[in-house]
């Protein structure tokens, strides 16, 4: 007798992390044969403990939508992009490659890269930048987002890393101050670190909005948009006044004091109201806070970072936590809370402008002869120095000797991630190629000759480096649909076809990171004692970790600084005007930011229908004194307008603005683009954009006259 056993598929869990923001989230993912793809917060990551949010719960959603782009496509002579076989796909690329270099140059091709590419990604493209373009021109979108955080610390430190000690700290400090985050909406699971603190300690956020998160907070400074920096001087001059630095440290541990206590001198209470706003109490209130604790830390978003002067702000609050002696005290320090998913590793591997893999830095001889070693190259033959980003696409369609002609998008969404975006746009369909490798068709490829189709974060592993410095492995989860290819192959069929294969020998993710982990061998962001299989044992390792008995660097500044004589540096920094600044014409503030329902560009997030029905459209933020001058109500359409743009918003009346000041989320493009209004004035040390900071005036829709004073 035979019994017929019946076959039952059992659903497959696969651990990995978020594809969104540097929080990088645990995940657990449960799919199989007919079984709907669900996704629950992993409670054993130690970074997220079982939370997340909205865009996490609902990533899945990309995975089999049906706009996903998974063919190559190129634009036929009648300009549209119609579908082509990989071979043709690649073959229109490497013949624009050549014949843009045969006549133009090296440099007038140029790639562009991503915060949300996987640490394997960010190097090959670097290395592919280098060595198979043998072109100077790649950086990435990360420069909008931590290069201002990341100068302040390399000049303060010697070193960056976003947050220099484990979220879990955050819970511990006494006094915690969020300068310039609203992480309730941009990084929701920080949030119950953030509650943790808040039951037993102070807390200050300092935004020119009452947000979610500001409305918790013990002490709310709602400043002047662009005066950060003053304020952090004017919160330093009443700690030398008052007694409250720590002498002792400050002379064992920094250089540089003397200088910055003469500037700061200059920002008395006074003078620091007239330019931010904020009363001489409150500022009085705030330092005693934060000098008298046992334990203080300062947290900073882009709000003071994504300025014309985002560097030497981030170095004034840097000067501020070393001279109260707080830096590398437990519990206590400065942190940047980094944006995009692998914001950090994107920017220490080599696809910016000025660094080779490992925070090495292509100007440095020893560095440029280190990393020629591994890629089996002459220094000589490494590239100088780059433009940033801004820069790079402001180069585009220039027909002078150094214009950039041609343009290889990976993972990023330019046309709506960048400042002045009309200027940029037009630019893009200038170019005589340009290559966007995406899952999805977006404003960037609407521009394209040549698209082609990658693979998405569950279709493939891969290291990333959240905010903490805690390098983690991404899970593969399943199978790509054909005729999606990983980045990985993609730059190692380019090289091969440019005639240096026999540097990208592989692209398997695990083999990339090895050699990775040479590359970064005995430099500043050292991942050499880190294997995929490590990672996958140990949830994640933090860098620095030379070697594979070595357990990794939770906590940096203990014992020394990252400056070779182990001393951190005050730089003197000075408060100086926006980039640009209310006046007759342009009266009002604009400032831009995030909605918790979507995620940068918006190019994936406005797929996704439960994120588009809780927020379909960005609605510009505006005090309901400022709708009463306008003669405007909430809903109504506002048209705003700064020196660069126009774009007509819906209203939402809100007193979490200031009067004087609009704010929009920058989420969307076309006509709806927040960039079309802001200013690409650049620091000067980062060379960051002034996303944060500009001039504008506003009127009805359709209506004659435009406010143009307000009182």
Not at 583 to 600: A, I, M, Q, V
Not at 601 to 623: C, K, M, N, Y
């Amino acid at each position: 007798m035979s019994r017929r056993l019946s076959v039952v598929a059992v659903p497959s869990e696969t651990r990995t992390h978020c594809p969104y923001c540097a929080f990088q989230c645990g995940m657990v993912i449960t799919s199989g044969k007919d079984v709907a793809t669900t996704i629950r917060a992993d409670p054993e990551f130690p970074v997220n403990r079982g939370q997340m949010c909205i865009k996490g719960f609902t990533s899945a959603a990309l995975l089999d939508h049906p706009e996903r782009v998974t063919t190559p496509l190129v634009r036929n002579a009648q300009g549209r992009l119609e579908p082509a076989s990989w071979d043709e796909a690649l073959s229109r690329v490497i013949d624009g490659i050549r014949r843009i270099q045969a006549t133009h140059g090296n440099d007038a091709v140029a790639a562009f890269g991503s915060g949300a590419l996987t640490n394997e990604k960010a190097y090959l493209l670097g290395k592919f930048a280098r060595i198979a373009l043998r072109s100077s021109q790649i950086d990435y979108n990360g420069r909008y987002c931590m290069a201002s955080g990341a100068a302040g610390q390399n000049r303060a430190f010697g070193i960056d890393r976003g947050l220099p000690f484990p979220v879990s700290d955050i819970a511990q400090t006494r006094t915690l101050v969020l300068w310039g985050s609203n992480c309730a909406d941009t990084l929701p699971p920080l949030m119950q670190w953030v509650t943790a603190q808040r039951e037993s300690g102070a807390s200050i956020v300092v935004d020119p909005r009452r947000t979610e998160t500001a409305r918790g907070a013990t002490l709310h400074l709602q400043i002047t948009p662009g005066s950060d920096l003053a304020l952090a001087n004017g919160l330093l001059h009443l700690a030398i006044e008052q007694g409250l630095i720590d002498r002792e440290y400050i002379d064992a541990r920094t250089v540089g004091f003397d200088h910055v206590r003469r500037k700061v001198l200059e920002f008395p209470p006074a003078r620091v109201e007239r330019i931010t706003g904020v009363s001489a109490s409150d500022m009085q209130r705030a330092i005693d806070l934060i000098a008298k604790s046992e334990s203080a830390m300062i947290l900073s978003g882009r709000g003071p970072e994504q300025q014309s002067k985002g560097a030497d702000t981030v170095s004034a609050l840097c000067n501020l936590m070393l001279a109260l002696g707080k830096v590398g005290k437990p519990y206590s320090g400065y942190g940047t809370l980094t944006g995009q998913g692998n914001g950090q590793g994107g920017r220490e591997h080599g696809q910016k402008a000025d660094q080779l893999p490992g925070y090495r830095l292509i100007e440095r001889e020893s560095d440029r002869e280190a990393i020629a070693a591994v890629w089996g190259v002459a220094p000589e033959s490494l590239p100088r120095k780059g433009r940033s980003a801004y820069e790079l696409l402001d180069a585009m369609g220039k027909k002078s000797s150094d214009g950039v002609q041609g343009l290889l998008v990976f993972g990023s969404n330019v046309a709506v991630a960048s400042p002045n975006a009309a200027s940029i746009e037009k630019k893009l369909s200038q170019l005589e190629l340009l290559v966007v490798a995406d899952a999805f068709l977006n404003e960037t490829s609407a521009h394209a000759h040549v698209v082609l189709p990658v693979t998405q974060w569950a279709e493939e592993t891969g290291t990333t480096t959240n905010f903490e410095g805690r390098v983690i492995l991404r899970r593969k989860m399943r199978e790509a649909p054909a005729g999606a290819r990983s980045d990985l192959a993609i730059l190692c069929d380019l090289a091969e076809r440019l005639g240096v294969g026999d540097k990208f020998t592989s692209s398997a993710p695990e083999e990339v990171f090895e050699e990775l982990g040479r590359a970064t061998s005995g430099a500043t962001a050292d991942y050499h004692g880190m294997t995929h299989a490590r990672l996958d044992r140990e949830q994640g390792v933090f860098w620095p970790c030379p070697d594979s008995s070595h357990p990794g660097t939770p906590r940096l500044f203990g014992d020394r600084f990252h400056h070779p004589d182990g001393k951190a540096r005050f730089i003197t920094v000075d408060h100086r005007p926006a980039g640009e600044e209310p006046d007759s014409s342009y009266p009002l503030w604009f400032t831009t930011g995030r909605y918790k329902e979507h995620y940068n560009s918006g190019a994936q997030t406005r797929r996704v229908g439960e994120l588009i029905d809780a927020q379909p459209e960005p609605r510009v933020q505006v005090h309901p004194w400022l709708a009463r001058r306008l003669g405007i109500g909430d809903g109504e359409r506002l048209l705003v307008e700064s020196r660069r743009g126009s774009v007509v918003f819906r209203i939402a009346l809100s007193t979490e603005v200031r009067p004087d000041t609009l704010f929009a989320p920058f989420h969307w493009g076309g006509r709806q683009a927040a960039n079309l209004l802001t200013n690409p004035a650049l620091d000067p040390t980062s060379r960051m954009p002034e996303f944060k900071v500009c001039a504008v005036r506003a009127r009805i829709d359709g209506g004659s006259s435009h406010l143009r004073v307000v009182r």
